[in-house]
């Protein structure tokens, strides 16, 4: 996606996000266990202010967070931070040098994309926690993040970080993924300290086929359903298989 269609987006997601966060603070979110709506909403203002001062500073800051930020409101929090973000996004370009874990990609389009997805995620969790309709993710943006989190979160922790993978992959017989939505797709083959994704669905048979539209797959792969209404993905395969995708998302996201 290019940078200024992420940015709209994170625009209209912050917008829902802190239209709904409002309505119920004290609300336990079920997507995000142990934490009320006011936690989730400090945390998105901690994060905001983060990845400012990575692009400022050029490094991400730690440790993290300041105390200080502990007595600030959350909704005063979040509004100052977004408007810091902005502001920083404002004043520099895509491909300008910023600071992040991420070593293949250092810059600020990388802080872009990542605030995007990460707005979008919490406004979901912000709908779940005050009980309101989830408004619907455009199909570009979910398939944006469907990539993000396979290759980005998933993929590159397993090769840099593997020794937190090695309960489900140390002796994991290996797995074969498709994973389908509309006008995308991808091959994922796991194996002891291998997650390996390719554009594409492959030819061959696999072990697991996750699919659906790109906003029900989104919101699947980020564990972020609806816990009494049908997710509108369908995974056909081993159970197994399902369950070590699933451990693999949940640590690389943590």
């Known amino acids: 996606m290019e940078p200024s269609r992420l940015l709209d987006c994170l625009a209209d997601d912050f917008a829902r996000l802190r239209a ?22 400090r945390h998105v203002g901690e994060v905001y202010l983060h990845k400012t001062l990575a692009m400022r500073e050029g490094a991400e800051p730690e440790p993290w967070p ?76 979910a398939v944006d993040g469907i990539d993000e989190l396979l290759k980005v979160f ?50 061959g048979a696999v072990d697991l086929t996750v699919s659906g539209a790109p906003t029900p797959l989104l919101r699947w792969m980020w564990n972020r359903e609806d816990a009494d209404a049908p997710s509108g993905v369908t995974a056909e395969g081993a159970a197994e298989a399902t369950d070590a995708l699933r451990r693999c998302i949940t640590i690389a996201t943590s």
């Open 20 to 41: 709904v966060v409002p309505l119920d603070l004290t609300a336990a979110v079920p997507s995000c266990p142990g934490w009320t709506v006011a936690d989730l909403t």
């Open 66 to 141: 300041p105390a200080e930020l502990a007595d600030e409101e959350p909704l005063a929090l979040l509004d100052r931070t977004y408007a810091g973000l902005i502001a920083e996004f404002s004043a520099r370009e895509p491909g300008d040098p910023a600071g992040s874990w991420y070593a293949p990609d250092q810059t600020v389009g990388f802080w872009i994309r990542r605030m995007a997805q990460e707005t979008v995620i919490h406004r979901i969790d912000a709908e779940l926690g005050t009980g309101q309709p989830v408004a619907p993710v455009p199909a570009d943006l």
């Open 154 to 203: 998933v993929a590159y922790s397993v090769a840099e970080w593997g020794g937190y993978f090695a309960g489900i992959l140390a002796r994991s017989p290996g797995h074969t993924y498709a994973v389908r939505t509309d006008g995308a797709a991808w091959w994922v083959r796991t194996g002891p300290g291998l997650f390996r994704v390719e554009d594409g669905a492959g030819d």
